[in-house]
């Protein structure tokens, strides 16, 4: 099998998306380098270690799980982007693969081809059985926790015309529905990534916290407060006193 950088190289190509302005949009590069980490990382865990996993399948996997996303987020491109909307993810996951068979076909075989592509299919799966998944599917989800997850939800309201108070209104929403709780108990199959979810997940409600303080100006109302309690204060007060010799010296003049 080539090395990893070849493959970086040709996933870089793929999910580069291409923006109305000529340039690319590299979100999707840095999302997948992002959890192709948390894979690496979540490889080595203690209850993972005791399987016998395809890192190199599982890597390679990690990388292109996105190509079928790119492939129809083409913003210069609006039909594709209409399909895009109506897409499942698990029809984003079945273009994936067949991306992955058209541009990695001279680097792998036909079984290692196959075995990337189940990674990608299955990671989709709650039922799954292949490690390799589910070590990728808990990558994915602990990238929707934390301060990441809030950056993730924020740039999809930039995108939507979206401000502050419907992004607060949304967490609110899923704050409400139990869906964090509902995610952190079905969203893991390894208790130690579950327990990193968590913690990010506190450190995403302090900053909702915050940015619903800010939204609100109710940091405001402590010093509105305190400013009530004093003395009226004339604005003359504040103003620089005429010097009397300047004045007489003009009244002569």
Known sequence: MADLQVFKEIAEQVLAIPTQKGTSDGYLIDRAYRILRHCGSIARLGE??????DHDGLYIAALFRDAGF??????????????????????????????VQEKLTELLNPEQLERICGIIIESGKRNTTLIEAMVLSDARN????????????????????RGA????????????YDYWTARLREGFRFESVRSIAEQRLLTARKFMAQLDIENKAADMEEILLKQKQRPI?????????????????????
């Open 48 to 53: 993972v270690q005791r399987f016998q996993i």
């Open 165 to 176: 108070a419907e992004a607060l209104a949304s967490w609110n929403r899923k704050i409400e």
């Open 70 to 99: 790119a492939h129809y987020a083409n913003q210069e491109d609006k039909i594709s982007r209409m399909v895009l909307a109506d897409l499942t993810d698990e029809d984003i996951r079945d273009f994936s693969t067949q991306i």
């Open 233 to 253: 204060v004339k604005l003359q007060e504040y103003l620089p006193k005429p010097n009397t010799k300047s004045r007489r010296h003009l009244l002569k003049t």
């Open 142 to 161: 602990l990238d929707d926790m934390g301060a990441i997850g809030v950056f993730n939800e924020m740039r999809r309201y930039v995108i939507h015309g």
